[in-house]
C-alpha cells in the first residue's frame, strides 16, 4: 500500500471508531531530542540505559544511577513536545474513548494535552522515597549536590519513579491499558521497538481481539507483523499527515 492510501484507510478508521488505543515509546520523542534507549544515542559514559535502570544497580551504586537520571532529566527539561505528540492530542479530541499507555517516562504526552495517558514505567520527574514513606514532584534539573538525594523524613535515599527492570508495573495503570486495547477498533503502536514486556502485549492483545493495528517507526520491529498499516517515516510527519487527512474527511 503507498503511503498515502495507508494515511487514508487509517483516517476512515479513526473517523469511524468509538475506541481508540496507543502505545508509544522512545521514539514519539525522539523528534524532541530525547535520546531513544536503543540504537545510537544510546548510551551514557559508555553504560547501556538497560545495566543503570535496575534495582540491583541503584542498591549497588546510587549516585551512579542518580548521574544517569539526572543527566536524562537534565537533557529533558529543554525538550517540549513535537508535531507527534500534538497529533495524538488531536485524535484523541475526535474520538470517544481514547486511551494512551506509553513507556516514556519524560512527561511529554501530558505537556502536549493529552488527557487519558497512562504512565506504564513511571515518571523521571516524579522522585519517591525506597521505603515509600514519602513522594514529590521535583523538576529541577540536576538535582541538588549531593547524590543521592535523601528523604527528609526517615533519610532513606530518594529514588527515580521509574519502573526499572525487573520491577512490576503499575498493575491498575497495566490493566487499564490492556482493556483499552481489549476493547480498541484501531490501534497506534508508535516509535517503539517492542521488545520490553509486558507494554509490548498490548498490540498483540488488540490484534487477536480484531483491531486495525499501525505502527508508526522508521524501521520494522517485533510488532511489525501485526500492523496492517505501516508509516515508515518519523512518527511527528506521518501522524500529521493522518489528522490532516482526518480533518478534510
Ligand atoms: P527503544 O529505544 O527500544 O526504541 C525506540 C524505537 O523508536 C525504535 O524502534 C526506533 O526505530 C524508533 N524511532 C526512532 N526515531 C523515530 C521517529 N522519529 N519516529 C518514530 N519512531 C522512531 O525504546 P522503547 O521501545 O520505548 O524501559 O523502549 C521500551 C522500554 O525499554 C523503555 O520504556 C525503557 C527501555 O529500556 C524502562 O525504562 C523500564
Redesign the pocket.
Known amino acids: 500500500m503507498n503511503p498515502h492510501d495507508a494515511t487514508k484507510e487509517l483516517a476512515t478508521a479513526l473517523a469511524e471508531a468509538r475506541v481508540v488505543a496507543v502505545l508509544?515509546?522512545?521514539?514519539?520523542s525522539?523528534?524532541s531530542g530525547v535520546p531513544?534507549?536503543?540504537?545510537p544515542g544510546?548510551l551514557w559514559e559508555g553504560h547501556r540505559?538497560?545495566e543503570l535502570?535496575t534495582p540491583e544497580a541503584f542498591a549497588r551504586d546510587p549516585v551512579l544511577v542518580w548521574r544517569f537520571y539526572d543527566w536524562r532529566r537534565t537533557k529533558l527539561a529543554s525538550c517540549e513536545p513535537n508535531a507527534?505528540h500534538r497529533a495524538l492530542v488531536a485524535i484523541e479530541k475526535r474520538v470517544p474513548h481514547f486511551t494512551l499507555a506509553t513507556?516514556?517516562?519524560d512527561g511529554l504526552h501530558r505537556l502536549a494535552g493529552s488527557e487519558n495517558v497512562l504512565e506504564?514505567?513511571g515518571n523521571i520527574w516524579r522522585i519517591y522515597c525506597e521505603r515509600e514513606c514519602h513522594e514529590v514532584i521535583d523538576r529541577r534539573a540536576p538535582l541538588p549536590e549531593p547524590l543521592p538525594p535523601r528523604c527528609p523524613r526517615c533519610h532513606a535515599p530518594l529514588r527515580p519513579g521509574?519502573?526499572?527492570?525487573g520491577e512490576p508495573l503499575p498493575w491498575h495503570l497495566f490493566e487499564q491499558a490492556e482493556a483499552a486495547a481489549q476493547a480498541a477498533q484501531v490501534f497506534l503502536v508508535?516509535?517503539?521497538?517492542?521488545?520490553?514486556e509486558p507494554?509490548a502485549s498490548l498490540a498483540r492483545v488488540a490484534k487477536h481481539a480484531g483491531a486495525f493495528v499501525a505502527e508508526?517507526?522508521?524501521?520494522e520491529?517485533a510488532l511489525s507483523r501485526y500492523a496492517s498499516a505501516l508509516f515508515r517515516?518519523?512518527?511527528?510527519d506521518s501522524l500529521s499527515a493522518v489528522v490532516t487527512a482526518l480533518e478534510d474527511m
Open positions: 508509544t515509546g522512545a521514539g514519539i525522539a523528534e531513544t534507549f536503543r540504537g544510546g540505559g538497560e535502570a507527534g513507556q516514556n517516562v506504564l514505567h521509574v519502573v526499572w527492570f508508535i516509535g517503539t521497538s517492542g521488545v520490553v507494554a508508526f517507526n522508521p524501521e520491529t517515516g518519523g512518527a511527528g
